[in-house]
């Protein structure tokens, strides 16, 4: 397996990482990163394997999400980014063929243990797909939609917090006046921005993006991007994205993934200025992909 | 040609002609249901006529003409008809004499040349009975208590008043016998009962017995009184006749007690005679049957077959949804499933009659047999859910249509986009949830297709039901005033087997065979109706979730 450069960026510890990433990094505007010197770390991954049946998805990814940050998984196509994503909220787990070996540790505590609750770990961890998904109800009863689920049914509490998550996704404006149309009748780019506030309307402390802009306009995407700037004070936010431009225009750390492992992890900047593994060089300069 | 071929214009006509044939089948279909069916209840003519016997004497014959036809000479020559015609054909008529009391029949073939011109007097009567079937005759006069009180053209509008004074006087008898007698024959089984089943568990004592003894007094003497009611409506009713003369000279007196309707058809207009279509037309979909069904309405049919419908659809649709749902959503996907799956695909092409077996042998015997042993003993040896009743019925219905609603809400549950329920369970709804929330409302549409399959089906079977509830002549509707007002354990009437016991099983088949039309009709609107209702509720579901098409 040849995965040398992994584990020789990974294991060390994170914050000598980044803390060599800041010293490459000074001069920046970015003065919250460079006083905090360390990162808090949200999600962690200790020697993650994954198995669909026989084929295996992922080999051994060891990756630290810092918290409050915005972290961008780039690769080519079938690298596993996506598949690295849905280990952190256990969508996998719908997979009936689905493996895992190793541990995926949110807030120090592994979300694969026996005693986790999958829908409690759901609403700690929101996710956005590829494509809206809203549900074909109102858009009020889409946003409310996991309100509901955790039992809440008082309509002021659910009225405010509506509110409160489609302001958060910059929606409320356009859709103010018609909170009862059917969510299906938004254009692309602002299904999304509804799915997102369905998202954040659970207050998660993780939000997963799985390639949100991927089916949308550049418009909606300049829109999602800028509403992803504003989020990342609130939640922790790991996007994954084909688009190696929107990586560097919204995220803070970067995660270069090819043929299931990851491959380079470093602030974003770094990564792609100064990349350390030839493989992440040949993909950023659009040699492969 | 060739060229032709390749175009691909004889698949556009092909298929264009197909559906061109379904479209006439259908329309075939309701045109001869209809035009046989709601002509019936057109006021007919009645027409005067004399027919040389076969001794050469002459008789009068008064009634409708029903049907003509084309015949050989020959062949009336042969059986014995005295013609003397260079015609190869003639013309044969099928009169309704009516009167069937007098005459002992009611329709009779006669070939036009022995027949004078036929005449249509205006004073002829057609009288709708409510025995023995339609009376016709010249109206001669009006009696009370067998003295003439109205004669000639005094006779008729006499006739009218009296007739109304005898409809009211018949409503209050059928009001008493039925319904008053009804709830105290209801009180007093329900008597009956109590008593038993306290003897049945030992606590029937002494004070219990006077006060039951005092009830039952009460009944009988409310009982009494309303018998002597009756007897006093029964003799009123009796008071007045008509007299009328038949076809062969006699005069014929008709208590008006069996008289429902009298009117003179040849004298009627057409506003009378379209006011009289609509009144019988109506009168058909809300009236009890009469005379063996062969007349009447057929309400109890119309009733019973709409609410064993909606009962099934009660039954079905849990079940079925409830099964797809297990087995598409929970179920691992494996040999057995194929197999379970491959099974109830079977089941839909099982003859009825064996669901009619199966319905009789397990739910009214064994189901029916246990639930009386334990909650009815009171009332054995007579059965209370151990016979056909509309329960079993539906139930077996239900069973008969249970794989239709299964593999349509399969479908349905199919369709629902992973997307969905992936959106579903990352905001932390459980499986269950994400079933109920979200994914079987977006399978209503498709659920709701599979019920609209299930009502058209189970609305036109008619083999089962024989076996597990549906009869004749029911006395009672499933549903009623006495408490609990559903009552599932009784039969109940069916238009599908109405139509099969009118047609071929009647006394007067002839009589009844516009009726058979105009029944079959009724079955297939209600069938439509029932489906419309269904679509347009679907279609509303369809229009929620719209869009889902393209996720």
Redesign the interface.
Known sequence: MNTPNMNATLPRSHAINISAALERAAGRENAGVAEAGTEKVCIETKNLNLHYAAAQALFNVNVKIPKSRVTAFIGPSGCGKSTLLRCFNRMNDLVDICRIEGQVLLDNADIYDRSVKVALLRRRVGMVFQKPNPFPKSIFENVAYGLRIMGVNDKKALAETVERALRGAALWDEVKDRLDANGLGLSGGQQQRLVIARAIALEPEVLLLDEPCSALDPIATAKIEELLLELKNRFTIVIVTHNMQQAARVSDYTLFMHMGEAVEFNDTETLFTTPKMDRTSDYITGRFG | MKTWIKSGEPWIWATAGGIAIALVAVLGVLWLTAARGLLHFWPAMVAETTYVEKDGSRIRLIGEIKEQEEVAVRRLIESGFKIESTDKFTTRYLLKLGNRDVHGFDFKWYPAPLLSEFTYPQDLITVERREWGNFYGHLKAVKENGQVVAEGVAALPELERRIQRASELFQKIFHIEKDEIGDLNYEMERLRLKEKKLQLQGKLDEPARTGMEKEREALNGKFGALQARLEKLRGEIGRDSLSAEVMNGQIVDVPLEKVAEAYRPNAMGLVDKVGYYFRKLYAFGTENPREANTEGGIFPAIFGTIMMVVLMSILVMPLGVIAAVYMREYAKQGPLIRIIRIAVNNLAGVPSIVYGVFGLGFFVYFLGGSIDQLFFPEALPAPTFGSPGILWASLTLAILTLPVVIVSTEEGLARV?R????????????KA?TLW??VL??TSPAIMTGLILAVARAAGETAPLMLVGVVKLAPSLPLDGHFPYFHLERQFMHLGFHIYDVGFQSPNVEAARPLVYATALLLVLVIVALNLAAISLRNRLRE?????EG?
């Open positions: 986009p997307s969905l329920r992936e959106g579903s369970l990352a905001l932390g709804a459980t949830e929330r979200t409302p977006m929620t979730y719209r869009g889902l996720m």
